[in-house]
């Protein structure tokens, strides 16, 4: 499809987010995951995929005035919504296993929430390597192939939450879950412009 004439135009067209998926993912394998190796996880919603500046304005002459000066760059917490199954996903595991795993390294007592820093317990805890994962959040054409991925670094659970259940309506339940996370790249994909 190389000799296509049509192919730098068909990379340049906009992809929709309505096919996506997101895997629980070691950054090496994700290649083949990419591939069709690993299922994912269907969500319905995915957000956060945003990277920004810190910056600080600085006086550096009185002629030229102020020069703006990249401090950090910080990301967002990825948020992943879905409609609550009878069976637990892999994302759900995970989420309970990180918590209880917190509680235990904290001695909770009688339900008593754990206190203390988060991310701190989080370095110092036995079997870090089952707390900490890398993610691939995926979007795919209409038939399924991937277009556009992306490779979220060391990311964690933060929270877990259930929708309200209410008789009054007929909604289904949710559940959102929320990641912090040191980072993401876009993973390449061969020749995801010529599909």
Known sequence: MA??????????RPVTGLHFRV?????????????????????????????????????????????TFIEDIRYDDIVLE?????????????????????ARSKGSKDGAAATGSFAANMTSMKGMASVVKNLVITLMNEKGMPLVAWGVKDAV??????????????????????????GFEIIPIPGAGMI
């Open 23 to 67: 895997s629980l993912a070691d950054m090496a394998g994700a290649a083949s995951m990419l591939a069709g190796g690993v299922a994912g996880t269907k969500f319905s919603k995915v957000s956060g995929l945003k990277v920004y500046a810190s910056i600080n304005e600085k006086e550096v002459s009185k002629s030229d005035g102020p020069e």
């Open 157 to 182: 659970p933060i929270s877990w939450d259930v929708s309200p259940f209410d008789a009054m309506t007929n909604s289904y339940v949710n559940e959102t879950i929320k990641l912090k996370h040191k």
């Open 82 to 102: 879905r409609g609550l199954t009878s069976e637990p996903t892999p994302f759900t595991i995970w989420c309970m296993q990180v918590f209880s795993e917190f």
């Open 3 to 12: 000799d296509n004439p049509l192919s730098n135009f068909l990379d340049q």
